[in-house]
Structure formats: structure tokens, C-alpha cells
């Protein structure tokens, strides 16, 4: 199982890969990776003047900005995107994102957002993740679920994170029959997530089911990228793994 501990990447997978670029700005995004944070401004300033009207590109600039870490930045340029087109649903959805895993005190703003992505673009890909994310940390458990199902339902859904909502939901209500049942029913021991404490929990889930396979698939999983990125093992996780090498 794939954790990923570096904070950079991280922001960027949850922002980038969640909104799917069309080609022509996929392929104008890729050129800027070997650049500089200030010559991808500097360009894409640039970019946005010669195409004022064209909300990808100050999409793209508020991107940027968020993996330096300018929050004022990222949302001035992604409210400039939905400004200049009330229609461009990924500014919606980017501004949800960027208020849900930043700062938990505007989640109705946040939510506001979602909602609005959601209602000009119903099958994009993540969408219904973001919105049931904000319903788990709003604790309207049942909601979160039914946002996760919604995003379930499409061919290419993220089904590692869509579980891990409706995982956290059915726990934090104590609904071990139903989250038993489903962890029966579906292998998550080797997805890819971003919570220590959600894979471990797995992993606690699993073995007190006696799937003891699967248990220690979180647990060594977890290890593999502590090893890999040169970090000390925590000790909850070593006694994990000594119980697995018995």
C-alpha cells in the first residue's frame, strides 16, 4: 500500500490528477515541469494576457501558486478563472479542494463550491469525492457515503479513495457490521492512500476479521515507504509488523 510523505507531491496529486486537463492544456502544463516556480509564472502571466478569456490558463497559475504555497495567490487566480467563465466547473471544484484541505473553518464554503461543480459538470471524475470529503469532515456521515456511491457508479472512479470515505463513515458511526461486510466483500490492503492512521486502522480491521494476509499487507506496505523515503518506523508500526513475522 502507497503512502506518500512527500507534502509537495501530495498537494499536487490531490490538485492535478483529480482535475483532468484537456490536451491542449495538459500538454502546455507538462512543458512548464522542468521549470522554475518564477519562469512558469512569468509564463503563464504571459499566456493569460495573449488569452483573457480563457479560465484554463489562470487555473493553471493558481496551481503554481498552491505548490508554493501562496494560499492569497491560488484563490485569487481561481476565482479569477470562474469570474471570467461562471462556467468553468474545475475552478469550482479547485477552490473546494483548496478550502476543505487547508482550512476546515470554511467548509459551507467549500461545500458551496462542490455543489456548483457538480451541478455544470455531474460525471467529472473526483468531484463527488471532494463533496463527500467535506460531508466526512463535517461529520454528516450518511451524506458522506451517499457522495462516494455517486462517484462510484463511473467507470474510472478512484475506488481506493471513494472506499476510504465510506471506511471512515461506517467507523466513525460504529457500523462494524456493514464496514465488516464490505471489508469482506473488497481488498483494500494494497490501494493507494494517504492516511497513516486510516491504512493502520485497515490493517487492525482485517486481522480482527482473521484475514491475516491482507492485515499485514497494510502494515507491510506502510514500512516499504517509510524505508523509501529514509524515515524511522513508527513503534505502533514495528510491533504491527513483528506480529506479522511470526
Known amino acids: 500500500m502507497k503512502l506518500i510523505f512527500t507534502i509537495c507531491f501530495l498537494l499536487f496529486t490531490r490538485v492535478f490528477f483529480s482535475q483532468e486537463l484537456p490536451d491542449k492544456y495538459a ?3 507538462n ?4 521549470m522554475d516556480f518564477k519562469s ?3 509564463l503563464l502571466n504571459k499566456t493569460i494576457k495573449e488569452n483573457p478569456k480563457d479560465p484554463w490558463y489562470l487555473w493553471m497559475l493558481a496551481s ?3 505548490m508554493q504555497n501562496e494560499p492569497k495567490k491560488v484563490v485569487e487566480n481561481y476565482e479569477k478563472s470562474i469570474k471570467i467563465d461562471p462556467n468553468f466547473s474545475a475552478g469550482y471544484a479547485s477552490l473546494a479542494r483548496f478550502y ?3 482550512d476546515t473553518t470554511r467548509l459551507d464554503t467549500a461545500l458551496t463550491y ?3 461543480a457538480i451541478e455544470l459538470s455531474p460525471n467529472a471524475d473526483y468531484f463527488y469525492i471532494d463533496q463527500g470529503r467535506i460531508y466526512l469532515l463535517q461529520k454528516k456521515y450518511d451524506l458522506a457515503i451517499k457522495s462516494a456511491e ?3 457508479l463511473k467507470p474510472e472512479a478512484n475506488t481506493d479513495e471513494v472506499y476510504e470515505i465510506i471506511v471512515k463513515s461506517l467507523y466513525a458511526q460504529k457500523k462494524m457490521e456493514e464496514l465488516n461486510s464490505l471489508l469482506k ?5 494494497n490501494g493507494w492512500v494517504y492516511d497513516y492512521k486510516y491504512v493502520m486502522m485497515l490493517g487492525v480491521l482485517y486481522g480482527n476479521l482473521g484475514d491475516l494476509k491482507k492485515s499485514c499487507n497494510c502494515f507491510e506496505g506502510l514500512a516499504r515507504d517509510y524505508e523509501e523515503t529514509g524515515q524511522t518506523l513508527p513503534a505502533d508500526l514495528v510491533l504491527k509488523l513483528k506480529k506479522c513475522k511470526k
Request: glycine share 0%; no cysteine; aromatic share 18%.
Open 27 to 29: 500538454n502546455f502544463y
Open 31 to 34: 512543458s512548464t515541469f522542468e
Open 40 to 42: 512558469k509564472v512569468k
Open 64 to 66: 503554481v501558486y498552491e
Open 100 to 102: 476543505y484541505t487547508n
Open 114 to 116: 462542490i455543489n456548483n
Open 150 to 152: 455517486q462517484e462510484l
Open 185 to 189: 466483500r473488497v481488498d483494500l490492503s
